[in-house]
């Protein structure tokens, strides 16, 4: 999952990142509603995280806008103010969530972890291929009954895969849906970490490279 965290205060807006980045999400950050704007309609995210009150570019207008556009981005709104005529009016922006501060950490995860199940085509509670099973709620992979320890980029890589239901995934996807912004896109981390999932997975191999053009789960392993 992408998000993006729009927060002029620098500690609190670290901190979401870095919680949210454990839980195995993508994430960017802003610290204004310029820079923020701009990244939200530049980058294809599944949650924007996103403070009312910024500089710059107001947290209402990157809401209203987004809102207005034909992405499938979900909105998840921070304020000070958590006064219900603030949470209606927020709604009304085209929020789809609204989260008044102080707010407990594993609330807004829960939260988001909702909101990103909103902004993408349904996919089964459970991915499965052949005798791989994978849980992305509990976080868990298995195949044949035996548990795949997996890092979180290979975890969210094998994810995008079984998504996919056979159809190739190119690196420039992978790397935009399972690390950040701040990844060279010129890196070799995607072939790297896909041939460590192939260790990992073992065999007979689930993933298949298509040269030139990306990955994509064993046409032979359904």
Not at 3 to 21: P, Q, S, T
């Amino acid at each position: 999952m992408r998000v993006l965290v729009v927060e002029d205060e620098r500690n609190l807006a670290d901190a979401i990142a870095r919680g949210l980045r454990k839980r195995g999400m993508a994430v960017d950050v802003a610290y204004d509603g310029d820079t923020g704007h701009e990244l939200a309609f530049v980058t294809r995210y599944d949650v924007v995280v996103l403070d009312r009150d910024l500089p710059g570019v107001h947290g209402d207008q990157i809401c209203a806008e987004l809102a207005a556009s034909d992405t499938l981005t979900r909105v998840l709104m921070l304020t000070a103010s958590g006064t219900v005529a603030d949470r209606v009016e927020g709604l009304q922006l085209g929020a789809d969530d609204y989260l008044p501060k102080p707010f407990a950490f594993d609330e807004l995860v829960a939260r988001v972890q909702a909101l990103g199940r909103r902004a993408t085509p349904a996919a089964p509670p459970v991915l499965a291929l052949a005798d791989l099973v994978l849980d992305p709620a509990r976080r868990v992979a298995t195949r044949a009954g035996v548990p795949v320890d997996l890092t979180n980029k290979e975890f969210g890589v094998l994810r995008e895969l079984l998504k996919a239901r056979g159809a190739v995934v190119s690196s420039e996807e992978l790397l935009e849906r399972v690390w950040d912004a701040n990844t060279d896109p010129f890196t070799t981390i995607v072939r790297v970490t896909v041939m460590t999932l192939r260790r990992k997975l073992g065999d007979p191999p689930l993933i298949e490279t298509v040269v030139g053009a990306g990955y994509r789960t064993a046409e032979g392993a359904a």
